[in-house]
């Protein structure tokens, strides 16, 4: 297992061959599959979930293309390739052998991630000051959605911003986005009812 230690860089070599990731103030510990944070948002059995854990708990990590539920070729931690493309480099490496790696997968989650966020703070003035668990649901919820797509739930966005989150939380399980994907929807409904 890897042992935590204080971070100097954007990423850095630590103990069994697992890297450190540094993204905004959360600090990421991964092997392969499993990652794990220093943060606030914990699971069912109280271990700490980050945003990038939740998303790919969500998404799912895939290193050949695949069409999503929406219909849309994706790859990696559900990057929209019709929508955003590839950078060249990644999409060069795709052609010549079918699928990606996981420094590629990494990278674009990173770039999706920001756009999230960046939508988030779009849709919600206050979102600096939410809680964590909400930051993670909002985010999870436009990286899957989108602003365009996500900005449609104008009744949520308004009880969101006026701090009625049992509400908006029930009001995003009556739309057709919970319909597509009810198990996500719970998950990210769940977070937003909570207050930690």
Not at 42 to 60: C, M
Request: with cysteine; hydrophobic share 35%.
């Amino acid at each position: 297992m890897a042992s935590i230690r204080h971070i100097t860089g954007h990423e850095q070599k630590v103990e069994a061959g697992g890297r450190k990731t540094v993204s905004g103030q959360m600090l990421f510990i991964y092997g392969r599959f499993n990652w794990r944070c220093i943060g606030r948002c914990r699971d069912k059995v109280g271990n700490v979930i980050s945003q990038r854990e939740f998303t790919e708990q969500n998404e799912g990590r895939k290193y050949k293309p695949y069409k999503c539920t929406g219909g849309a070729k994706t790859i990696g931690i559900g990057h929209n390739i019709d929508a955003k493309g590839l950078p060249s480099d990644i999409e060069k490496y795709l052609q010549k052998n079918g699928k990606i790696l996981d420094e590629h997968i990494d990278r674009l989650y990173i770039i999706d991630e920001g756009h999230a966020v960046s939508d988030c703070k779009k849709l919600f003035p206050d979102f600096k000051n939410f809680s964590h668990n909400r930051k993670v649901a909002l985010t999870d919820f436009l990286f899957q959605l989108g602003y365009d797509r996500a900005s449609k739930f104008v009744r949520s966005i308004h009880l969101i911003n006026t701090n009625q989150w049992e509400e908006a939380a029930d009001n995003m399980l009556k739309s057709l986005w919970a319909k597509q994907t009810p198990n996500r929807a719970k998950r990210v409904t769940e977070l937003l009812r909570g207050d930690a």
